[in-house]
C-alpha cells in the first residue's frame, strides 16, 4: 500500500489531526539575533533574527522539541518548519544558497520525530510545507506600474521544484502547499510538483491551503473559495482548505 492509498484508508475511518502553528510556538522561545545565527552563521553579514526556517539548522533540539510537543497532543501530520524555504523567500537573508538544505534538515528532523511516535495503528506523516514566497505572480506590487510583476511563473516553478526535491529527500510523506493567496503562484507550486512526481515516478499526496483575507471572503487574487477550488482541484489534492484566514 503506497503512503497516499493508506492515507485516504485512514481518512476514511476518521479525522486526521494537523500540528499547530510552527511560528506561534517558536515566538514562545523569545530568540536572539546570535540564537538564529548559531555558531554555522555567526558571521553572516545579513540579520538572520526572524528567518524560522534557517533553526532547523542552527538550533534543531527547538524545532525537535515542538514537533514531540505536538506529536504528544495527538497530532497525526506533522508539518515541517520550511514556509519561507524557497531561494525568492531566502533572498531576504542573503540564504538562497540554503534553501534545499534547510528543506532537506527541516523533512529529515519532522521524520525522526514521527518515527518515535508512529504505530501500526497510528502511523504518523510528515507534510512538507510549500509557503507562497514573499511575491506574488498575478498582482503588481507598484500601484504606478499594474502590469509590473517582480517574479515570473517559471522562478516560482524553479523555487517550488528546488524546495519539493528537497523536502522528499529528507523524508516528508505528503507536501502542501499553504497559505494560498494567489492562485497563479499556486498554479506554479501544482505544476512543479507535477513536475517533480514525473521525474521521482511517485504519486505524492498533495495537500492545498488557502488563505481569505478579509471579509469579502476572497483569496488576494480576487477568487472566491469555490473559484479557488475549481483552479486548483485538477492536481487531485487528498485535502484542501483554508488556513491563516479571516477568522482562523
Request: aromatic content about 6%; glycine content about 6%; charged content about 20%.
Amino acid at each position: 500500500m503506497t503512503t497516499k492509498q493508506k492515507l485516504i484508508s485512514l481518512l476514511q475511518q476518521r479525522i486526521l489531526l494537523l500540528d499547530s502553528a510552527m511560528g506561534t510556538m517558536i515566538q514562545s522561545y523569545k530568540l536572539s539575533e546570535s540564537d538564529y545565527r548559531g555558531e554555522q552563521f555567526r558571521n553572516h553579514e545579513n540579520n538572520l533574527k526572524g528567518n524560522n526556517d534557517l533553526l532547523s539548522i542552527t538550533q534543531p533540539q527547538i524545532i525537535e522539541e515542538i514537533h514531540l510537543k505536538n506529536l504528544q497532543a495527538g497530532s497525526d501530520l506533522i508539518e515541517t518548519n520550511t514556509f519561507n524555504a524557497t531561494q525568492i523567500a531566502q533572498a531576504d537573508y542573503g540564504m538562497e544558497s540554503w534553501a534545499y538544505e534547510i528543506n532537506f534538515q527541516s523533512a529529515k528532523l519532522a521524520k525522526k520525530c514521527c518515527e518515535q511516535f508512529s504505530t501500526e495503528s497510528k502511523p504518523r506523516f510528515v507534510v512538507g510545507s510549500i509557503g507562497p514566497t514573499n511575491r506574488t505572480a498575478s498582482i503588481s506590487p507598484d500601484i504606478n506600474r499594474p502590469g509590473y510583476r517582480n517574479v515570473t511563473f517559471q522562478e516560482l516553478v524553479d523555487n517550488y521544484i528546488e524546495a519539493a526535491n528537497g523536502l522528499l529527500d529528507g523524508g516528508a510523506d505528503i507536501l502542501m502547499v499553504e497559505t494560498v493567496f494567489d492562485t497563479l503562484n499556486c498554479k506554479a507550486a501544482i505544476y512543479a510538483l507535477s513536475e517533480v512526481m514525473e521525474q521521482r515516478n511517485e504519486d505524492i499526496p498533495i495537500m492545498i491551503s488557502g488563505t481569505i483575507v478579509d471579509a469579502s471572503g476572497r483569496t488576494l487574487s480576487g477568487q472566491t473559495t469555490e473559484a479557488f477550488y475549481n483552479s486548483v482541484r485538477h492536481i487531485k489534492p487528498l485535502t484542501i482548505g483554508l488556513n491563516c484566514a479571516l477568522g482562523a
